[in-house]
């Protein structure tokens, strides 16, 4: 889709005339480090060269109409400044909604309405985050309309703060974050318990990162969610009693190894076996990467998978078979789910040259066994959110 395509499309959606720009919000794929950003723990995120692409005009009154090329039939969907609550009839357009919210409870009052027009290439509801990145795009928007002064973390912190409390998702910062201050070429050494961050370069010369969509979303997703976060705190409720820690993504291996006998629960050890371990999984993942030892950082992906698979028990079988089938494939470094589980992606590191074979052999299988045509992108890792237009 071109930028023209998409300011065409508005003007005979909402009427032409007045100074219409165009915004761009990345999405991200998750490297390593899952389910960790809600522990205390590292997460390693990029943002894509996917995204979504906003065009906006300021209007005269306080009205807001919002129209998604990606829900068509839904149509335009209005709101005004003055109520900014949720309401499930506005569908898609209480994330953007949220995130004028969040920033009018900051002080930051949009004095006019817009109208808005979105595109978005992230396939949605995949776990490559098309919400964070319309809520980024949102926030960026705002930021330039109004001339809000708010640095690109300062968004992601209200954009997942009005995923969780205006859109009822109770989501970690991760997905915010990478959208927000993605970088290209490089993926996001993110330690959740302090913010504190660091860009570790990913140039790939010889290998490319292919996401795997399964085309399935299991139902379960926003409940066993809610459950793994509510284990993980009982959890870490029980080893506090054994030791003085803040999150589970303090604790070393060992030293969970040690006290991991004061949670009672075996299923609530797993859980956190799981959140202890992914971090320390990641930050030797980012050590690896640094020395270029892709070999090490794609066997941490597979270990990765293993304990999403068994210990947090957030898989499923269309997904093992991706996984499992690309591990099969010669020239795969590494193979995982990536994103919240029960369905979405995955994301393998592959030599260049295994490519074509990748896709042949996962997509049959995974056609044979489940009757069902996954999508294969090799995707590219892109910048943060930006003005196009
Ligand atoms: P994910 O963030 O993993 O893609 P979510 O379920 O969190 O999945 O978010 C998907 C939702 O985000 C969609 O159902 C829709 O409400 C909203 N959304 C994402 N992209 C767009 C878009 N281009 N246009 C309208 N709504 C979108
Ligand atoms: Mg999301």
Known sequence: MKIQEMEKKFREIFGSGGDIRTWFA????????EHTDYNGGHVFPCALTLGTFGVVRKSMDHNLRFFSMNFEKKGIMEATLDELKPDPALSWANYPLGVLWAFDEKGMHADYGFDLLIWGNIPSGSGLSSSASL???TGTILRDLYGFEIENEGIALLCQHSENEFNGMNCGIMDQFASAMGKKDHAIFL???TLKYEYAPVFLKDQKIIVTNSKVKHSLVNSAYNDRRKECETALKELKKAMNI????ELTNEEFENIKGAIPDGIRRKRAKHAVYENQRT?????ALKQNDLKAF??????????LRDDYEVSCPEIDCLVETAWRVKGVLGS???GGGFGGCTVSIVENKAV????RIVLEEYKKRFDKDGEIYVVDIGGGPERLA
């Open 26 to 33: 990345p999405g991200r794929v998750n490297l390593i480090g």
């Open 135 to 137: 809520e980024v795009l």
């Open 191 to 193: 330690d959740t318990a």
């Open 246 to 249: 803040k999150t589970l993504g």
């Open 283 to 287: 930050i030797r993942a980012v050590q």
């Open 298 to 307: 794609g066997q941490l992906m597979n270990e990765s998978h293993i304990s």
């Open 336 to 338: 995982r789910i990536t």
């Open 356 to 359: 074509k074979e990748f896709e």
